[in-house]
């Protein structure tokens, strides 16, 4: 995944710490991501300059495809209301 400001990308941002075929009961794999990462709507616009010149950017952007249903879990709410 490209990364700003990183010629090698973002790195291992994905893993598996617990794993069946190493004896864990469960998968449990961790993501560790910068805040930034994927807060562009036209994020390939920025990195690859085929996806900018094909019109991927927001001024072309269907905001009806940002609008619509949704779920907020629980969890997540109380997180946000009540950080640790």
């Known amino acids: 995944m490209p990364s700003y400001g990183s010629e090698e ?4 941002f994905l893993w598996l ?8 009961l469960a998968n449990n794999s961790v993501m560790k991501l910068p805040t930034h ?6 994020a390939p616009g920025h990195v690859f300059d085929h996806y900018y010149d094909a019109g991927f950017d927001v001024d072309t952007l269907d905001l009806e495809v940002l609008n619509g249903n949704y779920q907020l879990s629980l969890s997540a709410l109380i997180h946000f209301l009540f950080p640790i």
């Not at 990308?9 to 291992?12: A, M, P, R």
């Not at 710490?17 to 864990?24: A, D, L, Q, V």
Request: without cysteine; aromatic residues 0%; charged residues 10%.
């Open 37 to 42: 990462t994927g807060t562009h709507i036209d």
């Open 9 to 12: 990308g973002l790195g291992q």
């Open 17 to 24: 710490p617990n794993s069946m075929k190493n004896g864990s």
